[in-house]
DNA sequence: CGCCTCACCTTACGACGTATGGTCACCTTA
DNA sequence: TAAGGTGACCATACGTCGTAAGGTGAGGCG
């Protein structure tokens, strides 16, 4: 890890997502990420003056320009307000799966950063414009943000069994235990083309949840009296 | 913290519980706890054979029971699966609301307990009972899971702008750059009954987007092939 | 009595965040 | 060109963490 140009604070930032990214959230340490410049743990002090809180914030704060570069990639279509969120939403999820630890960082911090408020305000502004209350539509943020952050945790993790060593007879007794699981796993692995290709396509998984969501948002919409705006106020 | 009786398991686990609620699950160190007990960190390793993991994996295993206490306190109607689909993940709501600490936890540990598996499994037996397809369970699981873990980490958290001292300037910048989210919360705080209690009823939010789960959960099981299963299998 | 075992403790190591205070190349400025 | 300042990087050290290794003393048992 030689350093061949100066130390700046976005390489600094650079090469804690790098970091990350490569072996989780907690290979992000001072002396880690110096390391990899080429440089002692005191000398990113110079840069990030908030001591590690700081590098950390900036972690999200790269992410969240990272997504919204991935929204603003996209066509832009003006079809109506769920073909917009859901645009948004899909583009969120998929930065996120090249790093992991955002969820479980943003979580961890107590301050929410302005750079993701601008996301928030990206999703809420499709929403009004397209003819939602304030109501629904802050009500669609908790609902939408709870499933992009807590869809990244695959629950049923891949790998479950590990190295493939977990006694049969515990493999045995967690069937009887889990008489449903085991047969919801069974059916899903049937129905899957590729046994191998594992059980479960969380991005299906993913998409669902979210049209879910958007057509219950629509739906909600519908039912509700009236009201537009075009504008904020 | 002196000691009054001798340590055990199930005594090291309570005291990590107790730590964690009461200063975050950082302050959960393998000294606190120990001197939660009146004892030196060195003599948990008799009690958890595995390390700190071990604890880790024991806090999670207690929230765990609690929660499935809580469940079966409940009136146990025979109402159809919406209904107890919904029971359960209040449940698990409110037992999260005494552990904030527990969505995070469970995120970062890599393989799933045994307890857990079977909060799950309660819920997927009794969508499969009530006529959903395993298909259709299983989404479900991914939906709920996500929304009752991520509901926790309150988005727009409470106490936002901290020590009431977030200068007026930087305020009126925010309000300048987020529009819709300014319009949103006076909107929002207008409705709400007493400005001093906050502006978002996180309950209430969270039993909109439970319904909003339930409702299109229970709409496409009925447009699916109408699968009639009784048991596993 | 001698000895074992269990429960708890002491000490120590390496990694962490970071306070304090160098060191040294480079830029003024006269 | 010499004097002195400045900015970027480093060495050392402290207190915290998890935990490996081994010590200590009370109670049980032959």
Redesign the pocket.
Known sequence: MA?TK??TRERVLAAGVALADADGLAA?????V?SRL??????L???LPG???ELLDGLIDLVAVEIAQAVSEQPAADDGWVTQVRARCLAARSVMLRHPWMPGLLGSRTTIRPAVFQLYEDVLGAMVRGGCTYRLAHRAMHALGSMVLGFSQELFSPGDAGDAEASEAEMEAMAAALPYTTAMVASELHDAGDPTLGWCDSQTEFEFTLDLLLDGLERARLTEAPVLRLSPG
């Open positions: 350093a100066s130390v992000v340490t001072m002396r880690g110096a080429g440089v002692e743990a005191m000398s002090y110079h840069h001591k590690k809180e």
